[in-house]
């Protein structure tokens, strides 16, 4: 019978939820690293057992975790229990840690820089991983959207990462971050052809590229963002996050800033599709698993007060692609709710009822069996969750 | 040997008690621990000071009897009860609410 995993990362550690089917009963496991925030973690789709985890501190920086056992145990890739912890020549490993820009002469450009808030040039600096993908057919290769926004890849399953250094030839001179960082925080890979991604930072935009993460271009025609000087720029939208379906790739929703929006040409082009949302402001949107159509998000009221209008938290699906929104409340908090839902906080899975989940900053990882009609907490009192995803297990 | 305080997250990263002790060849500094510590302990790497730059991250701190040495230079000779291993070598997470 299929079960699920919902992966969950918080301020404060991680945590596995586990169940069945059915998913009524769960049990939850964690919390993993326990102190330290953990941005991310997600499955790997060749590999389900394969868990890569984003692990940071700013203290300490930037550790990678991975499992090969579904969650049970963890290492960082550079140094299995076990192995000889120094290299051949003598230097000392943990390498998977390391997230270095890439300044070489192979990729021909030096360090950039980047807009600081007040408009001045910044250098480039690495803080933390926002968001791990690992590729749809191996394991071992593994995509990292960073703060300061760039990509890294790895192929030998995260003990080196080597950044992918055309994304930062695209305007990057002119990214600006947004209140949170500038990270790049939405990875999405087409899944039927392995050369295109999408990607998008914050405030910087949507991008994509077509030739493996070589080079790669501007994808924000048509979005509107009245808080820069040009509202119609190149870069400089505040994109919240993408996605897709696999069955209809080049259909892409957008929740950015402000406003909902949709492109039905891989991007080269967006509408707004924000409808009769109560608010179109928020952090993540979601495409059902079995329907190209449906699509969730989370209205947040404003861009100064972060959380569900009236007190009420209420997730919004459109079966028609957008603009005609439908609010689900059943099961949700309708009175004294000012929980928060980050970017990565919201998931769905793959099981024939398709199932929705997603975490508040309040602690909650509420759970939908059933496209959204009903919900029920999971867990109520997590420390903040930042990142939600799901694994469906055969 | 020298003995080296590491704060709670970095014992768990390690999986090590409170303080760890180590062999430190030639003149004491702290570069010389901090190379020691990241020989041992790869999984450290990068936690205390940069990968590359070998900087200390900024909410990192060093302590030797009972004094600040987080700005010192990395390679001035420390005290001689850290290398008679009388005195530890304190690595300390600055203190910040959260």
């Not at chain 1, 919390?31 to 203290?59: C, L, V």
């Not at chain 1, 909902?260 to 495409?287: C, H, K, Q």
Request: proline letters at 7%.
């Amino acid at each position: 019978m299929s079960c699920v995993r919902v992966l969950v990362g918080t301020r404060k550690g991680a945590f596995i939820l586990s169940s069945d089917g059915s998913r009524r009963k769960w049990e939850v496991s964690g919390p993993h690293f326990a102190g330290w925030e953990i941005f991310h973690m997600k499955g790997s789709a060749a590999d389900p057992n394969r868990i890569y985890a984003s692990q940071t501190s700013g203290w300490f920086g930037q550790i990678i975790q991975r499992s090969d056992d579904g969650g049970k145990t963890w290492h960082q890739p550079g140094t299995p229990a076990g192995q000889e912890l120094k290299s051949p020549e003598g230097f000392p490993l943990g390498e998977s840690n390391k997230f270095v820009y890439d300044t070489s002469d192979a990729t021909g450009r030096p360090l950039t820089t980047h807009q600081w808030y007040d408009g001045t040039q910044h250098p480039w600096e690495f803080k933390r991983v926002w968001h791990l993908e690992p590729s749809l057919s191996d394991p071992q290769t593994v995509y990292a959207g960073v703060e300061d926004a760039a990509m890294f890849k790895t192929t030998d399953g995260g003990r080196t990462w080597n950044e992918l250094a055309g994304l930062r030839q695209a305007h990057g001179d002119k990214w600006m971050p947004g209140a949170g960082g500038m990270g790049l925080h939405t990875i999405l890979l087409d899944p039927t052809n392995p050369l295109r991604m999408y990607i998008a930072i914050s405030a910087a935009g949507a991008f994509r590229t077509d030739d493996g993460g070589k080079s790669w271009k501007p994808i924000n025609k048509g979005l509107k963002s009245n808080y820069i000087p040009n509202p119609e720029a190149e870069v400089g939208h505040c994109v919240h996050r993408i996605a897709l379906h696999r069955d209809k790739p080049q259909v892409l929703y957008m929740q950015k800033h402000w406003d909902v929006m949709r492109s039905d040409n891989a991007g080269e082009s967006w509408y707004e599709v924000s409808g009769n949302l109560p608010t179109d402001f928020g952090f993540p949107i979601d495409v059902h698993a079995h329907e190209p159509q449906t699509v969730y998000v989370v209205p947040i009221k404003s861009d100064s007060e972060h959380y569900p209008p009236e007190g009420k938290l209420r997730v919004y699906r459109s079966r028609t692609g957008g603009n005609e929104w439908e609010a689900l409340t059943n099961g949700l908090p309708q009175k004294d709710c000012y929980v928060n839902i980050l970017r990565d906080a919201m998931a769905v899975d793959s099981m024939d009822e398709c199932g929705i989940y997603f975490g508040t900053t309040g602690g909650q990882v509420y759970a939908s069996a059933d496209s959204g009609d009903s919900w029920s907490a999971i867990v109520r009192d997590l420390p903040a969750v930042l990142s939600v995803e799901v694994q469906t297990l055969k | 040997m020298i003995r080296v305080v590491l704060p709670q997250h970095l014992r768990t990263l390690a999986t090590v008690d409170r303080e760890v002790r180590l062999e430190v060849r030639g003149v004491i500094t702290i570069a010389s621990i901090l190379d020691a510590v990241e020989s041992r302990y790869p999984m450290l790497r990068g936690t205390i000071r940069d990968h590359v730059t070998l900087r200390r991250r900024p909410l990192v701190r060093f302590f030797v009897c009972q004094e600040d040495w987080s700005n010192q230079p990395a390679d001035t000779p420390l005290p001689d009860a850290v290398g008679q291993g009388t005195e530890p070598f304190f690595i300390i997470g600055a203190i910040a609410g959260g």
